[in-house]
Nanobody, 123 residues
């Protein structure tokens, strides 16, 4: 059974940093990419960053460029999202998903999603 498990969320002050992890397991045929997505209260889910499993190419939403870094440890089959210079508006539930819609849009609910992890940026 394929599975994605996120960790690393929490409460941080504005300007602070967090690193999220998305551990993949059970993907018999692998996956083309993993993406990080977020959803704030009363807002639509949006893409944050995606990374290809074949060549490591990355895509960042404008709001993430220069502040967030997505990376993958193939040996651990884990994708990370390093978030720096966090802002109050980054507060959301962050989820990872396999095989996002190109270039980095949330795939359907029939795709593999993690359970999500809360990130709260507040004083």
């Amino acid at each position: 059974q394929a599975r994605l498990v996120e960790s690393g969320g929490g409460l941080v002050q504005p300007g602070g940093s967090l690193r999220l992890s998305c551990a993949a397991s059970g993907f018999t045929y692998g996956y083309g990419a993993i993406g990080w997505f977020r959803q704030a209260p009363d807002k639509k889910r949006e893409g944050v960053a995606c990374i290809s499993s074949s060549n490591g190419s990355t895509y960042y939403a404008d709001t993430a460029k220069g502040r967030f870094t997505i990376s993958r440890d193939a040996a651990k089959d884990t994708v990370y999202l390093e978030m720096n210079s966090l802002r109050v508006e980054d507060t959301a539930v962050y989820s990872c998903a396999a095989d996002p819609d190109l270039p980095c849009s949330p795939p359907g609910e029939d795709h593999y999603w993690g359970q999500g992890t809360q990130v709260t940026v507040s004083l």
